[in-house]
């Protein structure tokens, strides 16, 4: 069996549609139903979690017997399993269509294996049609549905000499504008950034992504962890979504609640013992430490205990990059005990 150009250019327009569909809890996946003949007949997207699936929103436009004999092309596999919504194979089977055209497996266990029940059913399916593309638009869903938790970046600015601030607890600004409008960058492209209490209420920072003076389309939820009271005029407050609280230690209960919530990446800013807790706890999937140039002794260090009593434990982590940034230097790295990685 081949795919066919009309098939073809329909998957990129399912990549189109499913782009339009928000990240979250549930993967942005897109559908074109077509013609026996290669016309579109409906096109479909998901709109989020508790919603109908692809397939459904694009079948739900047809009327009656119009699916008949159709081909369903689909971003994602369809699913297999009733969850907030039916299976998606059931109602492909259902409506009469001939052959489907997939780009990824679906990698749920459950959710998964709605081929073979397509085949089952009698209908033709093709998987792999523009796996890679269809891959890069939810790579951060497929990866936090790997790990079952969110992609974790642990940030954190330093003195040449490993230290995070200077004896007074100051710390604005270590590094230069270069590094800072690089993590400013990094904080957009993430779903939440994280702090402990103590930066809380040390620094009063704003937890947005700027570029500049001006905010970022993207906002990262702001999330703050530990048992203090944040003043009730702590900037963070004033940040367009509303900070998630955490008051606990268990940092993989705070990911596990963040996962439902559907983030699918995170990025921890400190400070020292929040990073060491995460890195200590095995939930630090990417390292970026910022290097700058100045010298601060003292013992407010950039991490605090990570868990390593002797040097045969010390943490291996491995650089994949060291980016000049202005006169400072970023180390982005990987631990190399951690799955997390990709
Ligand atoms: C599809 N088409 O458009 C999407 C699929 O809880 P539910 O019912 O919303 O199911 C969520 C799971 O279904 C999700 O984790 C993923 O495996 C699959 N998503 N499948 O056939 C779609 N969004
Ligand atoms: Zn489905």
Redesign the pocket.
């Given at each position: 069996m081949t795919v066919h150009e009309a098939e073809r250019r329909a998957m990129s327009r399912a990549l189109e549609l499913a782009a339009r569909?928000p990240r979250g809890?549930?993967?942005?996946?897109?559908?074109v139903i077509l013609s026996p003949s290669g016309e579109i007949l409906a096109e479909?997207?998901?709109h989020g979690?508790?919603?109908?699936?692809?397939?459904?929103?694009a079948l739900s436009k047809l009327p009656g017997d119009a699916a008949r004999g159709a081909t369903a092309v689909?971003t994602?596999?369809?699913?297999n399993?009733?969850?907030?919504?039916?299976?998606?194979?059931l109602a492909l089977i259902d409506a009469g269509i001939a052959r489907v055209i997939y780009a990824l497996d679906?990698?749920?266990d459950?959710?998964?294996g709605?081929a073979e029940r397509l085949r089952g059913a009698g209908v033709e399916v093709e998987a792999g049609e523009q796996a890679d593309d269809a891959r890069s638009l939810i790579s951060d869903w497929l990866t936090a549905?790997r790990l079952g938790r969110p992609h974790i970046t642990v940030k954190w600015a330093q003195s040449l000499d490993g230290r995070a601030a200077a004896a007074d607890g100051t710390s604005q600004w270590i590094t230069g504008p270069f590094a800072r409008a690089d993590v400013h960058r990094r904080r957009a492209a993430a779903d939440a950034i994280i702090v402990g209490t103590g930066t809380m209420l040390a620094d009063d920072p704003a937890l947005t992504a700027r570029d500049g003076d001006s905010p970022y389309d993207h906002q990262p939820v702001p999330v703050v962890i530990g048992s203090r009271e944040t003043p009730a005029d702590a900037a963070v407050r004033r940040h367009p979504h509303d900070v998630l609280f955490y008051e606990t230690r268990d940092l993989h209960a705070v990911v596990a609640d963040l996962h439902e919530r559907g983030i699918q990446s995170a990025f921890v800013e400190g400070g020292p013992t929040l990073a060491s807790a995460f890195i200590s706890a095995g939930l630090a999937d990417r390292v970026l430490a910022y290097v700058a140039p100045v010298l601060l002794g003292g013992d407010r260090l950039a991490l605090t205990d990570v868990g390593v009593p002797t040097i045969s434990a010390a943490r291996r982590i491995v650089i994949d990059e060291w980016v000049p940034l202005g006169t400072d230097m970023l180390a982005i790295a990987r631990l190399e005990d951690n799955e997390g990685v990709r």
């Open positions: 569909g809890a549930n993967p942005q996946v897109g559908a479909g997207w998901h979690a508790g919603t109908a699936h692809a397939e459904v929103d689909v994602l596999e369809p699913c399993h009733t969850g907030r919504t039916g299976p998606c194979a679906d990698p749920g459950v959710s998964g709605g549905q």
